[in-house]
C-alpha cells in the first residue's frame, strides 16, 4: 500500500502532527486520522518572554489544541523548546540585526525546531513518522525525497522550508499539499473543528501584532545616525539601522528641501561601520535595484546542487514571483546568482531560494549584492 500525503510509511503508522492551534496543522490531524493512521498531536512552545506582557498568546493556542485533540479524539501534549529556540534562532535573529542585516528567523526555526528537535522528540514518543500544516508537497524518488510546490501558490511555503534535509524529510509528511486555504477551512468547518474559522498568524510568531521597533528596543540599544543621499549628503537622521529594511518607504520623516522634488525617499543601503543610512529618491532607482548577488553557504535539498552552474528561477523574498537567473556553485559552498533581469531590494540576511520544474532545490542567506549600477554583460545570464 502506498502513503499518502508524501509519508514514508502507510497506515497505520504512528504519525506526531505539529498541532499550532491554527486551522492548517488541525486540518492536518484531521485528514491523517481519516486516513487510518494513530495521530498524536503535540503543541510547542517556543517563546516565553512574553508570557507576563500577553503579546504571544500561547495559552489561547494551547486551549485551542485541546479542543482541537478533544474533538479528533486524539491525545495532544504541549512541549516547552523555549530555551532550545532561544539559543537555535533568535540569538542568530538578534546578531544579524547588530550587523545590520535583515534576517528571516522562520527558515531557521523550520531547520532548527520544527524539523529538529521536534522530530527528536517525535521519535522518543515512538512516533513512525512526522507531519506538519506546511503548504508543500514531498515526493519520495529512488531513495531521495524531492521538495515541491503546492496546489495553491498562494500559500507556497517552500519559500522556508528550503534548509531542510533528506535525513529530516525522510520521517515527514505535508497533508495540505493538494489543498487551497478555502478547501481546508471547509473542511475543518465540516469536521466540526472548533478552529474552523481562526484568523491566521501573519509575521514573526514571537513579535506578534505589536509594532517591531518596540519590540526589537527590548533587546537591541538603538544608535541614532545619518541619513545621507548618493553624494555623501546628510538628508535626515535615523533611529537605529536595525530600524530599516532596504525598499522601505514609510517612517524616514525626510522633510522638504532635500533632492529631487517631491520624489519618495527609499532605503537603499546600511553602512554599520559608519552607522549610516542610504535614501534615494524613487522607487526604481539604481541603487535600489541588484543585477547579481553573493549568498553564503548553500543547502540543498537533495544533498548537492544540480551542477557546478545550472539555469533555474530564484526568489529573494517570500511573496514574490521566481525570476530566472544563472547560478554558479562555488568551491567553498557558496553561490554566485545572475539574474536576467535587476530585482528591486534584494536584501543581505534574507534568503534567496532556487526552483526547476516546480521543485524547490534549496537556496541560501544573501550576503552582498551586484547594483545594477555596475551593469553586468547580457551574456551573463542563460536562464
Known amino acids: 500500500m502506498d502513503a499518502p500525503f508524501g509519508l514514508p510509511l502507510p497506515p497505520p503508522a504512528r504519525v506526531v502532527v505539529g498541532l499550532s492551534g491554527g486551522v492548517d ?4 490531524a ?10 498524536l498531536g503535540l503543541f510547542m512552545k517556543n517563546w516565553e518572554d512574553d508570557d507576563q506582557f500577553g503579546d504571544c498568546p500561547a495559552e489561547v493556542d494551547i486551549a ?8 479528533l479524539d486524539i491525545p495532544v501534549q504541549v512541549v516547552n523548546f523555549a530555551a532550545e529556540y532561544r539559543e537555535q534562532v533568535f540569538a542568530h535573529f538578534l546578531a544579524e540585526y547588530r550587523r545590520g542585516r535583515t534576517p528571516n528567523p522562520d527558515v531557521l526555526c523550520n531547520r532548527e525546531i520544527k524539523f529538529g528537535v521536534f522530530q527528536q522528540h517525535a521519535r522518543a514518543l515512538g512516533a513512525q513518522a512526522i507531519a506538519t500544516g506546511h503548504y508543500a508537497a514531498l515526493r519520495r524518488s529512488r531513495g531521495q525525497v524531492h521538495l515541491l510546490c503546492p496546489a495553491d501558490p498562494d500559500k507556497d511555503q517552500t519559500y522556508f522550508l528550503h534548509a531542510l534535509t533528506q535525513a529530516q524529510l525522510a520521517p515527514a509528511g505535508m497533508p495540505l499539499a493538494g489543498f487551497t486555504k478555502r478547501e481546508v477551512r471547509a473542511l475543518a468547518a465540516g469536521a466540526g473543528l472548533p478552529v474552523a474559522q481562526k484568523k491566521d498568524s501573519t509575521g514573526i510568531c514571537f513579535i506578534g501584532e505589536r509594532p517591531f521597533r518596540e519590540f526589537l528596543s527590548r533587546y537591541l540599544v538603538a544608535e541614532p545616525g545619518d541619513m545621507l543621499d548618493p553624494h555623501d549628503t546628510i538628508v535626515g537622521r535615523h533611529i537605529g539601522l536595525p530600524y530599516y529594511t532596504l525598499g522601505q518607504r514609510q517612517g524616514l520623516g525626510i522633510g522638504g528641501g532635500h533632492g529631487d522634488g517631491n520624489a519618495p525617499w527609499y532605503v537603499a543601503g546600511k553602512d554599520a561601520t559608519r552607522n549610516t543610512l542610504l535614501v534615494v529618491q524613487g522607487h526604481d532607482h539604481p541603487l535600489l535595484l541588484s543585477n547579481a548577488l553573493l549568498s553564503e553557504t548553500a543547502s540543498w535539498i537533495g544533498g548537492g546542487p544540480p551542477d557546478v552552474r545550472f539555469a533555474c528561477t530564484a526568489k529573494t523574498r517570500y511573496r ?22 535587476p530585482q528591486r531590494a534584494v536584501t543581505p540576511g534574507q534568503s534567496v531560494v532556487f526552483y526547476r520544474d516546480g521543485e524547490c532545490l534549496g537556496g541560501a542567506v544573501i550576503d552582498t549584492t551586484t547594483p545594477a549600477a555596475q551593469t553586468l554583460s547580457a551574456d551573463a545570464v542563460s536562464a
Do not use: K, N, P
Open 30 to 39: 484531521l485528514l491523517l486520522q481519516r486516513a487510518g493512521y494513530e495521530v
Open 25 to 28: 496543522s488541525a486540518v492536518t
Open 64 to 71: 485551542d489544541v485541546q479542543a482541537i485533540g478533544a474533538q
Open 320 to 341: 514574490q514571483t521566481a525570476e530566472a537567473c544563472e547560478v554558479e556553485a562555488l568551491d567553498d559552498g557558496r553561490c554566485q546568482v545572475r539574474f536576467a533581469h
